[in-house]
Structures are given as C-alpha cells and as structure tokens.
C-alpha cells in the first residue's frame, strides 16, 4: 500500500505469475482470456469464465506481462477488477472489457437459477 498498489502477485521461484493474494488473475490479447495454469486456488470465476469464454491455462512468467494488452482481477466478492498496471508494465484502463464480461456472467447466473 505504501508503494500505491492494491494487491500483489505471487510468483513461484522460477518467476511464474500464479494469482494475486486476493484474487485470480486474467490476462488478455485481443480477444483471447489468458490465465496463470499454476493457482493456488481454482475460483469459481475463473471456472466461469473458461466455461463461458473459453479461458486458455498457460504459463506466464512476470516478465511475458507486456505481451498483453491488459488484465483483470476474478475474485466471488469483486467478480471482475481491471488491472492497470503490472510491475513497470502499464496498460490502458479498460474498464469496458471487463464490465462485459462481469454482465455476462452474471446474466448466466441468474439464467441458471
């Protein structure tokens, strides 16, 4: 919080993105979803959204996040929280993106019901 960040990453000792501390992480390029394939914990919004938008497992290292075009944050409490920036690697404020993403989710929620 000093530095000004909200959250941190957890990464494994060979550099590995695996998740925030608070949340699961997304990365995206395009139109593809992008998640860390180690976690710590599989949320049931990351289970959502590969059911729902065909999120790909890949291992991403801390120093492959400028190859995306930006990232979110998944946890039950926020559903979806934009990332701004990543390290020294910033990305524009997509705030659009993941409002789409958090309304069809929770349009299929509701559906299932």
């Known amino acids: 919080r000093r530095s000004g960040a909200d959250d941190a990453l957890l990464l494994d ?4 993105v695996i998740e925030s501390t ?3 992480i997304v990365f995206y390029k395009g139109s593809e979803l992008y998640t860390p394939k180690k ?4 949320g049931t919004i990351i289970k959502s959204l590969k059911e729902e938008f065909n999120l790909i497992d890949q291992e991403i290292k801390l120093k492959d996040v400028k190859e995306f ?3 979110f944050l998944t946890n039950s409490v926020n559903i979806i929280t934009p ?3 990543v390290d020294e690697v ?3 404020l997509d ?3 993941p ?15």
């Open 90 to 92: 910033s990305y524009e």
């Open 99 to 113: 409002a789409r993403i958090k309304d069809a989710l929770l349009t299929r929620g509701y559906n299932e019901k």
């Open 39 to 42: 976690r710590i914990l599989n």
């Open 22 to 24: 608070t949340s699961n």
């Open 83 to 85: 990332v701004s920036k």
């Open 95 to 97: 705030t659009d993106r």
């Open 69 to 71: 075009d930006g990232a």
């Open 13 to 16: 000792n060979q550099g590995g």
